[in-house]
């Protein structure tokens, strides 16, 4: 386990280091000018020249780059250009609203698709399993913007149950804050699930022509037993693939959902530095959002190994 781990944790690095590099190429060496980018085309010369020597684009992309890496280890992301404050301040705040999002929205996912995916499964070519996977379809085909969108009608202005948008802030009480989030949540775990609900359908019944469960069935186990207590673990590799993925796209893909919401959480500080020209927040968060993909895959890689040694085995 501990080579196995070393070689994980080896991965992690490298991939970390080369989304650091790929970053920094992108929004500081490529041509143009960033200092001009970020005061605009109406600014003087001196101003973007003095713009300039405050980020230090007046030395060697090198010396920038390993500067940038050593602030973000000690913890400095640097100060804000739109907003004057300390970048590291605006993320943990947005993150107090990205992360129980993306939290409460793959919990949902996770509950919805995997008891959908087992019945499914388990009615297989039969009316449940059929409708079902038909209602999956559907869930992929809808855009999760224009499903909020119907969730705020329904919901917020016909039945007046919740607000539109907006969040009140974790100081309001936990369930105010949580009540904010909730349409949000479901928006995106709809097409999520549906997602899931397929793949652990297609896992389930792979592992159902297994020999193993034709001998537990013999030995008289009932199916429901059968299903929940030797299926799931032996299909839960494919599964767990996707929800890591899954997990990682809710993090760093809910720019447009936290939009409709009006919802102040990572997706929407992204939108506003980008309109704002604020490079030095878009370098930061983007960088950020690729770690947290990153770690969630490494992560799952362990997951591997303790769901089915034989992962490990073959690894080393």
């Not at 003087?44 to 940038?68: N, T």
């Not at 947005?94 to 929205?105: K, N, S, Y």
């Not at 019944?205 to 037993?225: H, I, M, N, Y």
């Not at 997706?267 to 968060?285: E, K």
Request: glycine fraction near 8%.
């Amino acid at each position: 386990m501990g080579l196995f781990l070393l070689k994980r944790l080896t991965t992690l690095v490298a991939t970390l280091l080369g989304a650091s590099i790929v970053v920094f190429l992108v929004l500081e060496i490529l041509p143009g000018n960033a200092a001009q980018m970020m005061m605009g085309p109406d600014a003087s010369p001196e101003a973007v020249q003095a713009l300039a020597i405050k980020l230090g684009l007046d030395r060697p992309a090198m010396e920038r780059y390993w500067h940038w890496i050593h602030a973000l280890i000690v913890g400095d992301m640097g100060i804000s250009h739109a907003y004057s404050s300390p970048v590291l301040d605006l993320v943990l705040e947005r993150l107090a609203v990205t992360v129980p999002l993306a939290v409460l929205a793959m919990l949902m996912t996770t509950a919805l698709a995997l008891v959908v995916g087992i019945y499914a499964a388990a009615q297989h070519n039969r009316l449940g399993d059929v409708g079902l996977m038909g209602l999956t379809q559907i869930g992929i085909a809808v855009p999760n913007f224009w499903f909020a969108i119907i969730l705020i009608l329904l919901f917020s202005v016909h039945l007046q149950w919740f607000s539109a948008g907006g969040f009140p802030g974790w100081g309001e009480g936990f369930w105010p804050a949580m009540q904010s989030l909730l349409l949000p949540a479901i928006s995106l775990a709809v097409v999520q699930s549906a997602i899931l609900a397929r793949i652990t359908r297609s896992a389930v019944l792979e592992v159902l022509r297994e020999d193993f469960v034709r001998t537990a069935r013999a030995k008289g186990l009932s199916q429901r037993a059968t299903l929940w207590g030797h299926v799931l673990r032996n299909a839960m590799i494919p599964v767990i693939t996707v929800m890591g993925l899954q997990f990682a796209n809710l993090l760093a893909g809910t720019i447009v959902v936290e939009n409709v919401f009006y919802l102040p959480g990572l997706g929407r500080l992204i939108f506003q530095s980008i309109s704002n020209r604020d490079l030095i927040v878009v370098r930061n968060c983007v960088l950020l959002l690729a770690t947290m993909v990153i770690v969630i895959n490494f992560v799952v890689d362990v997951l591997y190994a303790v769901i089915d040694p034989r992962v490990k085995a073959s690894d080393i």
